[in-house]
């Protein structure tokens, strides 16, 4: 299915109107969330304007227009050309329903009352709303008539830097589906783009305009890393540069290519973090997706060629190294200012730019030092590698980008920038040491209170980086003179469990660090910590204990009730099992209902005992019973176990349960034999023993079955993925 135009540039995010009334123009410059709010207000209004005026002027200038909207310029170019994109009568929107209702703000839909539009496409459109039944939460909606495709890809991926899916709900009547997201905050790169570069305003120098551009009124003010409120905005751009790799080579690593890279499809949240969006058009070979499609501005050669009417290259031989071209023309954006092949005009025709790109990028791009010349050589070189024609000329993975990103973070690299941008400032700092006498014990004191403050912020630096080994290095340096530093030890036991996902040894270090942090400072988090260490050291009691012992300190979280309920089932303690998983599921946590469903298999197959023992004893009040909770586990468990297939990670052990919840069920629906065995098959494919769970009296009505017999001769796969139960019971901006 083609989920967007492969011929025009057509964002997924743009910003809409707020419902509020735009603030003076005195407020706005207060605070950055009234900023914001202005920002919405100024293109919403502009983009009134261009309707109007377009419609009754037949020799109307798009750019001229856009050209009088500098701090919202390039958001208003990306609306228009949406808009342009759904007049134009493209064949791709005949696949859409011919008379398409998008909800009214204000309204309920699916369970979610919009509230504000943040932004559209040609098959989508993003409200922030509110979640009556979860206390009125913020979330993200995403409605369109196509978007269980990219929930199936999105829900079984889990990372910082990519925008996470709680849940996908569908309408039979209108036929759109809701997929739900947490709220990050609604500036993209474009709002970045259009503050630091809008207006007409002076070459950026400091990345606290990064942070400016994407503060939000629901959010409110957040914490943020050293290098966005103190560093140059180079530093701030290698950051959210660095975030978005990071991201790639996650995704890359799991078969997927994004094929839309473009500013407007990077959430950077109030705290500077940065988050991919929208992956309505990737190709995800384990789900089986491909769709053709993209934006012009941003597509590599290939993906232009394959793309274009004639298709000259399969789309099927596009790769990962066509998302970093794509990542190189962003770049190549926030740090210039410029786009690499020069500005496209809004006037001309999608079936012009096309060629016209072609030509460009043929004839190759000013170097980005050039441009800029204060930018350092490593990262220009990064850009102009990535924008590469040749696929081979580029970084062979996003992961290389990561680290050249990442080593440029780190504290030396920064400080020689530093001290190559302020010379004078430096001899003048020596001559004032010189004559002050630098031996001072007071001044050591300070210069060694103020070195370690700098490797702290360091390690939190490498940390949101990825850089974990770094991390614990920065950390160190800060124990050897404050063993006792609380901070410290936590964010160095966090550093070490992330080091140690599967290695034991980094999972007892981790494990003392948060016991240590948890004895100084008494805190919830710590003790969820220790209790996600001996969870996955398979001390499942201890972890219990430590899961309880948060939440009686106030620490609570999706992931930990999650993680409670799933070992208070294997302790054999199912009705504190079922009320944390409720409460996880109310949340929307995919994960919890994959173990509530697990929690359902256990509570029928004791049911199924009790059952033949009230039968044996013709204890009609005991069948009664056990009939009625055996009909309420049954419907659960296959809610839950249909839903997890959908949005939770593929494994054997998901669909062996998914089978086995199918067979319970055998009684209920003529098709049994066909849906279990759908659900063994993917089972195999993921490494399950068909011989073993065949064998199992769940399925001995099926054991004569041809297509069973088939499926149980059949060689078991080479590797076995397992379902991993739990989650990390905190996110990294708890740090």
Not at 706 to 729: E, G, K, W
């Amino acid at each position: 299915m083609n989920a967007v135009s492969p011929s025009t540039a057509v964002p997924t995010q743009a910003p809409a109107a707020p419902l509020a009334a735009p603030p003076a123009a005195e407020e706005t410059q207060k605070t950055p969330a009234r900023r914001d709010a202005a920002h919405s207000v100024v293109l919403n209004q502009a983009y009134e304007e261009y309707l109007r005026s377009s419609k009754s002027d037949s020799a109307f200038d798009a750019d001229a227009f856009c050209g009088r909207f500098p701090s919202v310029q390039s958001s208003l170019c990306r609306l228009i050309q949406v808009h342009r994109f759904l007049q134009g009568g493209s064949k791709l929107l005949a696949e859409l329903p011919e008379e398409l209702s998008w909800p009214a703000l204000g309204t309920e839909f699916l369970g979610f009352v919009l509230q504000e539009e943040l932004g559209r496409g040609a098959f989508a459109r993003v409200y922030r709303a509110v979640e009556p039944a979860l206390g009125n939460r913020q979330v993200a909606v995403k409605i369109s008539p196509q978007g269980g495709a990219e929930a199936e890809t999105l829900g079984r991926i889990r990372h910082r830097n990519i925008v996470p899916v709680q849940s996908v709900r569908e309408d039979p009547e209108t036929g759109l589906t809701a997929v739900c997201m947490t709220y990050c905050g609604r500036a993209t790169l474009c709002h970045v783009l259009d503050h630091v570069y809008g207006a007409q305003r002076a070459k950026p120098q400091r990345a606290e305009g990064i942070l400016a551009a994407v503060q939000d009124e629901i959010l409110g003010p957040m914490p943020a890393p050293a290098v966005l409120t103190k560093g140059s905005f180079h530093d701030g751009v290698r950051f959210l540069a660095s975030q978005m790799a990071d991201a790639l080579a996650f995704i890359h690593g799991q078969g997927i290519v994004h094929r839309d890279l473009k500013p407007s499809n990077v959430l950077v949240s109030p705290d500077g973090t940065a988050m991919l969006l929208d992956f309505n058009l990737s190709e995800d070979r384990q789900a089986q997706v491909t769709r053709l499609g993209g934006t012009l501005l941003y597509m590599s050669p290939e993906q232009l060629a394959a793309t274009g009417e004639d298709r000259r290259v399969p789309q099927a031989a596009l790769d990962a190294r066509s998302d970093l071209f794509s990542f190189g023309v962003i770049l190549y954006e926030l740090l210039t200012g410029k786009h690499p092949f020069g500005p496209i005009s809004l006037n001309i025709s999608v079936e012009e730019m096309r060629p016209l790109l072609v030509e460009r990028q043929k004839a190759g791009f000013p170097p980005v030092r050039k441009v800029c010349p204060g930018i350092d050589r490593d990262l220009a070189s990064l850009v102009e590698r990535c924008l590469a024609a040749d696929p081979a000329a580029r970084p062979q993975s996003a992961q290389e980008a990561a680290r050249t990103l990442q080593r440029g973070l780190a504290p030396v690299p920064r400080a020689r920038r530093w001290l190559l941008r302020h010379p004078g400032t430096v001899l003048a700092t020596i001559v004032l040491l010189a004559v002050a006498g630098i031996a001072g014990g007071n001044i050591l004191s300070q210069r060694e209170a103020a070195y370690h403050k700098l490797q702290m912020e360091s390690a939190l630096v490498a940390y949101r980086a990825g850089q974990f080994t770094q991390a614990v290095d920065h950390l160190n340096r800060v124990l050897e003179k404050e063993p006792k530093n609380a901070r410290a030890l936590f964010t160095r036991g966090r550093a070490w469990q992330r080091l140690g996902e599967g290695d034991k040894e980094h999972l007892h270090l981790a494990l003392a660090d948060f016991q240590l942090a948890e004895q100084l400072a008494a805190d919830g988090r710590s003790l969820a910590c220790i209790g996600f260490c001996l969870h996955q050291l398979k001390n499942v009691g201890g972890a219990v204990a430590h899961y309880e012992k948060a939440l009686e300190k106030g620490f609570s979280s999706a992931a930990l009730l999650n993680n409670l309920g799933s070992g208070q089932i294997a302790i054999n303690k199912p009705e504190e099992a079922r009320v944390h998983l409720d409460k996880a599921v109310a949340l929307a946590l995919p994960l919890a209902r994959y173990n509530r469903g697990v929690l359902a298999i256990n509570q029928l197959q004791r049911l199924k005992g009790l059952e033949n023992v009230a039968r044996v004893k013709k204890d009609e009040t005991s069948l009664i019973k056990v009939k009625r909770e055996r009909a309420f586990w049954l419907e659960q468990g296959l809610k839950d176990l249909r839903a997890a297939v959908k949005t939770t990670p593929p494994s054997s052990d998901l669909f062996s349960h998914a089978a086995r919840m199918e067979a319970f069920a055998a009684d209920n629906h003529a098709d049994a034999a066909e849906m279990i065995l759908d659900c063994l098959r993917q089972a195999h494919v993921y490494g399950a023993n068909m011989d073993s769970i065949l064998g199992e009296n769940l399925f001995s009505r099926f054991r004569n079955h041809p297509a069973f017999l088939q499926l149980r001769q059949q060689p078991p796969a080479p590797t076995s993925v397992r379902a991993v139960p739990i989650l990390d019971p905190i996110t990294d901006m708890d740090l």
